[in-house]
């Protein structure tokens, strides 16, 4: 086992893959945003299994994870597990990004540059990346 990788149950497996077919309209929403490497080539996978989590989305090259919090996540015992979710994940190292689901659905771009941000991608990065998505799209159905 490497050490980005955890042993992760069947159980928690099964459960995972049952949540990628019921997404929220917010996930939805912010999966349209970050899949296939459209965030600036960053690299997202969705209701992933981190440990005994199970995370709305990962970046495993950055570390980083974001969870998108419904209305059930605001009252006091809620969010208190949710600090223990976040501190378990951290240990595990990666970082944890919470936004709830109106601030996606309202400005998912402000959501996706603070994403941006924290992943410490600049412009010169962006401009890069389109650089990048060019010239393969200039050598595509070339022998």
Not at 4 to 29: D, F, G, Q, Y
Not at 39 to 57: A, E, H, K, N, T
Not at 63 to 88: C, T, W
Request: hydrophobic content about 40%; some cysteine.
């Amino acid at each position: 086992m490497t050490p980005n990788h955890h042993p992760v149950s069947n159980v928690v497996r099964s459960r995972a893959r049952t949540m990628r077919k019921k997404m929220t309209e917010a996930e939805l929403k912010l999966w349209n945003e970050i899949r296939a490497h459209r965030l600036m080539g960053l690299s997202f996978r969705r209701q992933l299994p981190v440990g005994s989590y199970i995370v709305d989305f990962a970046c495993p090259a950055k570390r980083m994870i974001v969870e998108v919090d419904g209305s059930q996540h605001a009252g006091a015992e809620a969010a208190g597990k949710d600090v223990l979710r976040s501190r378990a994940l951290q240990e595990l190292g990666w970082t944890v990004l919470r936004f709830w689901n109106d601030d996606v659905l309202r400005d998912v771009d402000n959501v996706c540059l603070h994403v941006v941000t924290v992943a410490g991608l600049t412009a010169a990065d962006a401009a890069r990346q389109g650089r990048q998505a060019g010239s393969a799209t200039a050598t595509e159905g070339r022998p």
